[in-house]
């Protein structure tokens, strides 16, 4: 299996521009999350999504952050406008299940993200 | 929220001395996780744990689960060069009806530097 899939690996981009993250999950997995990774924050639950349903979206910093799976394979993390402090790291990551089955989340390389 | 404090924020040590770490927090939480990053990579999962009390062993690592389940540990024996990198704790609870809303927090890291 190829894992889970981010494009682009990074991304620079200008204030105000939107920007477009996508990820492509393990094919079978049903859950699929994002984060954020900065240095303050460290490692941060955005959005996660069960058979392409939001489940939880509390931890997405601002309405300039939107989420979409429109089917199993595909998942879009959009800002709109961006701003500098959106710089960072951003992954995609699927899992089988969640919670109190014994399943692992396998991360994607992640997206960086700059924001001029 | 939830917030993990993970110690120590860095650790520089020769090759072949133990290594501990450890994540504490003053909320409980059901599974406690144990992830490494390399760099410009995803996390990987190396130890999961379940129960109050769980000592579980992979390989060289060792990891714990608090009695109090605020509180967890990992261990690494007699260090190599590529186990460079940063440990991530996570913790993991689950809420709203019947459990089915599951939300993962990390600790900020410890960034391991092997000198070899």
């Known amino acids: 299996d190829a894992g889970v899939i981010q494009s682009p690996r990074h991304e620079v981009t200008e204030m105000g521009q939107e920007v477009t993250l996508r990820c492509k999950p393990i094919?079978?997995?049903?859950?699929l999350f994002w984060y954020r990774q900065t240095m303050m924050r460290g490692l941060e639950l955005l959005i996660y999504f069960n058979n392409n349903v939001p489940i939880d979206d509390s931890g997405m910093p601002e309405d300039r952050f939107s989420a979409k799976m429109p089917n199993a394979s595909f998942s879009t993390l959009k800002i709109q406008p961006s701003e500098p402090r959106d710089s960072a790291v951003y992954f995609c990551?699927?899992?089988?299940?969640?919670?109190?089955?014994?399943?692992?989340?396998?991360f994607g390389p992640g997206t960086r993200l700059l924001v001029l | 929220g939830q917030q993990l404090n993970q110690s120590p924020q860095s650790m520089f040590i020769q090759e072949g001395e133990d290594v501990s770490m450890n994540c504490t927090s003053s909320?409980?939480?059901?599974?406690w996780l144990w992830y490494k990053q390399d760099p410009g990579e995803g996390p990987v999962l190396l130890i999961a744990l379940y129960k109050a009390g769980e000592l579980t062993s992979n390989g060289r690592l060792t990891a714990q689960f608090g009695i109090t389940r605020k509180d967890s540990f990992l261990n690494i024996s007699a260090s190599i060069p590529s186990d460079v990198g940063i440990y991530f704790c996570a913790g993991q609870t689950a809420s709203g009806s019947g459990g089915s809303n599951y939300k993962l927090t990390f600790g900020k890291g410890t960034l391991l530097t092997v000198n070899p």
């Open positions: 990551a699927s899992s089988l299940m969640f919670g109190a089955t014994r399943e692992t989340q396998y």
């Open positions: 094919s079978g997995h049903d859950y």
């Open positions: 909320s409980i939480f059901n599974t």
